[in-house]
Nanobody, 116 residues
Framework: QVQLVESGGGLVQAGGSLRLSCVAS????????MGWYRQFGGPPRELVAM???????NYPASVKGRFTISRENAKNTVWLQMNNLKPEDTGVYYC??????????WGQGTQVTVSS
């Protein structure tokens, strides 16, 4: 099991940018996938970005072109660069890591609030 700690959330005006970080307590080089989800109010959580072990990134249409996910195995870290933020991007952002054959681990989340 890996502990994940997110940071970088905050309050920003629409059109602004934030960079979220997720630091893992152990190696991530062998992770199948790492990603970011967000939740506004109750469940479900919405996928925001995912990056595979081969550094292939996937995004939903709602954030494509505005968000960029990246990972640095040497630092056990994955980032989410968020540009041109919109009020509908508001929510708690969670980091997740998935190793083959195990249940995904989740961080505790970081709040992002975008004001109009």
């Amino acid at each position: 099991q890996v502990q994940l700690v997110e940071s970088g959330g905050g309050l920003v005006q629409a059109g602004g940018s934030l960079r979220l970080s997720c630091v893992a307590s152990g190696p991530i080089f062998n992770a199948t996938r790492m990603g970011w989800y967000r939740q506004f109010g109750g469940p479900p959580r919405e996928l925001v970005a995912m990056i595979t072990s081969g550094d292939v990134a996937n995004y939903p249409a709602s954030v494509k072109g505005r968000f960029t996910i990246s990972r640095e195995n040497a630092k056990n870290t994955v980032w989410l660069q968020m540009n041109n933020l919109k009020p509908e991007d508001t929510g708690v952002y969670y980091c997740t890591i998935d190793f083959f054959g195990t249940i995904p681990d989740w961080g505790q989340g970081t709040q992002v609030t975008v004001s109009s």
